[in-house]
Structure formats: C-alpha cells, structure tokens
C-alpha cells in the first residue's frame, strides 16, 4: 500500500478522484482545487478537474480547465478532447469538432481521444458520412454503446442528457451489427 502524505498534491487529487466517483461535485473540486494551489503547473490535474466538471454539469469550468491544459502542454491530447467534449455541450459543434480532431491529431490512438463524441458531433453538424467511421470506432472500443445509453452507461462510458439523444440518432442512423 502507498502511503501519501494528506497534505501532498497527489493526495488531494486522489481524494478528489474517489469523490467524483461518489457523486460529490463540490467536494471533488475542493480537493482538486487543493491540489492545484500545490503544484499550479501540473497540467494532468486540470484535465481531471476538467473531466470531473464535465460529469457533474459544469460545461463552463470544464472549457477553462481544458484551456489550462492546452496552455500548459499543448502537445498533449487531453485538453483539446476536453475542450471539444465541454463545446459539445455547449452546442459549439463546429468547435467541438475543430478540438476534437486535434485530440485525434496529437493522440497516438483513439483511447487518447474521443471517436464517440467526434461522431456526435459530426452527425450534429449533417455529416453523416464523416461521423460513420468514428461511430465504427466507438463501437470496437466500447461494444456495448450499440445496446443503447443505459449498456454505454455501465461499461463506463459518461453520457450527458445531449451525449444519450445523439448516441440515439448515431443507433438510428447506423444500426449496429
């Protein structure tokens, strides 16, 4: 067992990954926002306040930290998939699509970027034809997103209110084998 000091930045952001867990948004982002007061320039912990704000609803912060995280490592592809899944709900969509294929551009697979949310938003945006492939993608990633939001939902896979009606219109567009 590791133990850290509770203090310490990583056990700050620890706490505040198992509190996301429990459904503890305010909680959550209290121990993030700890643990980015101790090491302001660690970018891997506005992606998970950015990913966390995303589950809870907070589209806004979840943008921002997403920003911070483009600004301090521009090179990685977390922050632009966080951006664009934060523009997808903010109905962005061309937005969410510019960020989102710059995640695909930098990521070195597509378990570093979002295929499901690029399919979204394609198919958001009337292209069907380039939301097809990232919808196969998806599916041989995450298999039981063709059963529908509720199978998605337990293998794992974070679907806003907006994220369950597209992955719908993705299942009737393109029934699933």
Known sequence: MIRLDPGSDSAHASMAQ???????????????????????????YYSMRSEACLRFERYGESEKDARKVIELAPEKP?????LGRSEFELERIQDAIKSLLKAEQLSSG?????????????????????AKPYWELALQLTPAIKEGPDSARQAGVYLSSRGERALKELLEKFPAP
């Open 78 to 82: 977390d922050g632009h998939r966080d």
């Open 18 to 44: 198992a509190l996301v867990a429990l459904g503890k948004p305010g909680a959550a982002i209290s121990h993030f926002n700890l643990a980015i007061d101790k090491k302001p320039s660690h970018w891997p």
């Open 110 to 130: 597509p378990e570093e970027h979002d295929p499901l949310t690029i399919s979204m938003s394609f198919l958001r945006n009337g292209e069907a034809s380039r």
